[in-house]
């Protein structure tokens, strides 16, 4: 895949601000609601949003620490990686989305939350919509960041932020389930 690096940073732009209406819409809603399930194996909406607090906690600070002043060198097209793009494809909303299963740090299944953590999930978007301003004058397919599963598997900045929008916008979907669907 190749795209202009703004065609991309705009569209994950748009992504994150329905992220962050989404889950401020969310945050009107009830907490019996928020926390209810179709079962205990399924996630309630704040186990959702709980679930990408953890990767924000893991991504934001990942993607930060790649993207220093003396690193700016921003080129206009950005070349997918080979792993990065699979990553992304495998997040991406689709009309029938496959179910995966998560590592168990990253499983919020059963934890007591209350709506602090849509406050978080909306400081991590604010913060990511910041980084995604930034990443303009980044050159998004040289610089590489760690990812979660292994240290020593690196993906390109650009799909790094792919997989991270994408797997927002996955989950809110599976959130949003009891009350818009």
Known sequence: MRISNLVLIEELKLLTLKAIESATQL???????LQKKENPTTWS?????????????FYLPEI??????DKQSAIEIFKAGLLGNYFANAMK????????K??????????SLNKDVLV??????????DLLNQAKTYNLTKLKTKISISKFIKLRLGDTF???VYHNERHLLQANRYFFS
Do not use: W
């Open 93 to 100: 909303v689709k009309p029938k989305l496959n179910k995966m």
């Open 45 to 57: 909406a704040l186990e959702c949003i709980e679930h990408l607090n953890r990767y924000g906690d």
């Open 120 to 129: 978080v999930f909306l400081k991590q978007q604010a913060e990511m919509l």
């Open 27 to 33: 945050s009107k809603e009830p907490l019996e609601k």
């Open 64 to 69: 930060k620490a790649v993207m220093l002043p």
């Open 162 to 164: 792919r997989v991270v």
């Open 102 to 111: 998560t590592f168990q740090n990253m499983n919020p299944n059963q934890c």
